[in-house]
Nanobody, 121 residues
Framework: QVQLQESGPGLVKPSQTLSLTCTVS??????????WSWIRQPPGKGLEWIGY???????YYSPSLKSRTSISRDTSKNQFTLQLGSMTPEDTAVYYC?????????????WGQGTQVTVSS
């Protein structure tokens, strides 16, 4: 059973950069055809896709967040990382990592539990 777990700070100050890590167990992030995404859910709102890193290492980001988003990976640790810069209170949300099968980056078959991130001074 593949499992994903998010880790990182629960509180970030405005203008600073968020860094979250997703640790994957039970499967490799380099396995053919899987995409690995970051998604968030602000309070009272729906899910918002942030971006993905593919099994090949290729990345793609939401156009609205692209300018301040970077997703990278460490294959030796089977981890992928989100960096989201210039944080504001509107970035407060529960952040999830998730897996997509068969290159379907808009669908997810496995989720992490989510981690609350609050942006406040």
């Amino acid at each position: 059973q593949v499992q994903l777990q998010e880790s990182g700070p629960g509180l970030v100050k405005p203008s600073q950069t968020l860094s979250l890590t997703c640790t994957v167990s039970g499967g490799s992030i380099t396995t053919n055809s899987y995409f690995w995404s970051w998604i968030r859910q602000p309070p009272g709102k729906g899910l918002e896709w942030i971006g993905y890193i593919a099994f090949s290492g290729s990345t793609y980001y939401s156009p609205s967040l692209k300018s301040r988003t970077s997703i990278s990976r460490d294959t030796s640790k089977n981890q992928f990382t989100l960096q989201l810069g210039s944080m504001t209170p509107e970035d407060t949300a529960v952040y999830y990592c998730a897996r997509s099968p068969d290159r379907r980056w808009y669908e997810y078959d496995t989720w992490g539990q989510g981690t609350q991130v609050t942006v406040s001074s």
